[in-house]
């Protein structure tokens, strides 16, 4: 396929320290080479640095040039060639710049920051980054260096970054060396996961026999009969193969992905790396891509591959043995290999790592995944972007328990690694079970003994089904269809996606709602400090208005008409707050909050019956909050909508 890399005719400059991993890019004279195009908007900025750095949005700067405080030059160590800093115990600095179209002024707060380091000396490195509430060098953790001699990945998990190049150089960010001597990094990339959410949804309907994709089918020929599920899910999954889009034809198909732009959800594909047909991680990449090609060739995106199971799939096919021990080691560098597949030919997808717990313990599934990680950051490969659990909890306590299952959630989260959790019908998918009430049961049971009974918090929500006997995922308003399990299931416990709401200040942060920009002439707000917390208020008393946008793809022309509406509000002054929204009736005023001059921060909740949100007030937006008389002057720190 055309979108596969082919290297350039070109004078290769870097070489990987296994064969198969070399490769190479050059100019004769850019200081940078741009790496492969993405098939789909990028979700990562990234730098490889060598004697030529490649650069997608992130860039290595050297602040001052010689004689500055993170001056570095090209070296070669552990296979792979580098960059150090060039004195050691005075250059103790490697700056960074992030892409102001990337992220810039704390338009993406939430990120991951991954370095790949070689572990040699003592001391530590340390990422300093530009943050919202903390100045230009704020701490984002530390990782030991042990004196391994091996290359290895670390995560680094910030949530307020700011990333306004306010560091030396007008850089984002720097990794500091403490003690002293050489340091030396290989990668460095910014991503986001899950859109910056605290929580995400996904939903997979059944894989279906036969290729006609029945099971998925029933959500794009039937949208209105899935609106509330779809304001919850971030992603929908399918298959690679013929149970997923395999035989759909293509004019379906682009139909189909136009939808999914419109909606605004990613898609995901589960797929192999080892198969029980195939022990070559390029050999199952060759093949299997043309699934995803498949999505691409149609208008679509492969926003995430699902990897499935490599160690089990490995031990199966008695690819090295029948054992786990056996298979380990080669399985883990025919799973590199195909890592670095995907990773040059698709670099805008994202990798999660589907591991079976109790077909595997918990300290093989750990140790694997810290294996697996350190061998990518030895090939020079980007690590995975999350962790996957598929728990057969249907065998639990007597193989396994859920206390362990939360102690792998803790032990990832402690690693900076996005916990995903699938959410299936362990039980009745073993019985033979042709009652979608059964397929109901299993969800609520996982969710009340994980969620409620331990506490478990994955930082994504995989509702799968893969019975057979499923007929429809639709409608929503029939019981124990996929999409009311769904509903049921994020209703239940997963907070967040029933809120939309926006944190007000210096710089916003919101999820699903935020101000209306440009703000019109009667509406001009600015930040302010109040009681000791960042929000925003009227800029002049010729202000009035503070106008909000709903996000279309939560609600929008009465999907949601009844919801709540809470403002925290600085209690100054003796005016008052109103509410005017977008109802089915036009616009219509909910009611006011009175001032009455404490000087606390207080919070007040309108409750709405017939919100329509749909983007036809003044100047097309759902509502706003204005001063009760003109001239006097409000402030707001957040505002959140729920269901």
Known sequence: MARKHKEPDAVAIRHRGRGRAAWGLALLIAAAVALPAAAQPGYVAEVDLGTVDASRKLYHVQPGGAGGDGTTTAYTIGGLSCKRNLVAGSDNHMYFNVDDSYAYQGSKPDLYVTIHYYDTGSGSLTLQYDSASGGFY???????????????????????????????????????????????????????FCRGRAECVRMVPSPTKGGNGVQIRSLFDNPSQWSKARSRVDAIGTYDGNGGFGLVP?????????????????????????????????????????????????GGHVDILNVDEPLRKAM????????????????????????????QNYPDTQIFHIMPYRYHSKSTIQSWIQDLNDACAAAGVRILDAFSLDADWRVFPGEGNWNEVKQMESYFKGKNIPFSMIYNAS??????????????????????????????????????????NVPTSVPETQSYTLTDTLNDLVTGYVSSHLTASVDLGTSDVGFHLGRHIPEPSNATTAAFTKGSRDCRGLAATSDRHIFFDVDDNWAYQGSKPVVAVTITYYDSGTDGIRLIYDS????????????????????????????????????????????????????????????
């Not at 096919?317 to 990773?343: D, F, H, K, M, Q």
């Not at 009652?435 to 609520?444: G, P, T």
């Open 427 to 468: 039980r009745a998918q073993y019985s033979g079970s042709t009652n979608n009430q059964s397929f109901w049961n299993d969800i609520m049971e996982q969710a009340s003994d994980y969620n409620q009974t331990y506490g478990g918090r994955p930082d994504e929500y995989d509702l799968q089904s893969w019975l057979q």
């Open 138 to 192: 704020k701490s984002g953790g530390s990782v030991a260096l042990t004196g391994t001699n091996k290359w290895k990945a670390v995560n680094f998990h910030v949530k307020d970054a700011w990333l306004a190049n306010r560091e030396n150089g007008g850089t984002d960010f720097r990794i500091s060396k403490t003690g002293g001597g050489y340091f030396y990094l290989d990668m460095a990339y910014v991503r986001q």
């Open 584 to 643: 089915t009736s036009g616009d219509k005023y909910a009611g006011e909050v009175s001032l009455t001059g404490t000087n606390l921060w207080k919070q007040y909740t309108w409750y709405l019956s017939d919100a329509w949100f749909g983007n036809r007030s003044g100047v097309g937006y759902d509502f706003r909050l204005t001063a009760k008389t003109k001239g006097a002057i409000f402030y707001v720190d957040t505002v959140t909508i729920t269901e």
């Open 250 to 298: 293509s004019y379906e198909l682009q139909g189909w992905m136009g939808l999914m732009d419109q909606w605004g959800l990613l898609l995901s594909m589960e797929t192999g790396a080892l198969t029980e047909w195939s022990c070559s991680g390029e050999h199952v990449f060759n093949v299997l891509s043309s699934y995803w090609d498949q999505v691409i060739d149609n």
């Open 316 to 343: 199966l096919a008695n690819c090295w043995g029948s054992t786990s021990s056996s298979n380990y080691w080669p399985a883990i560098g025919e799973t590199v290999r195909w890592y670095e597949l995907v990773r």
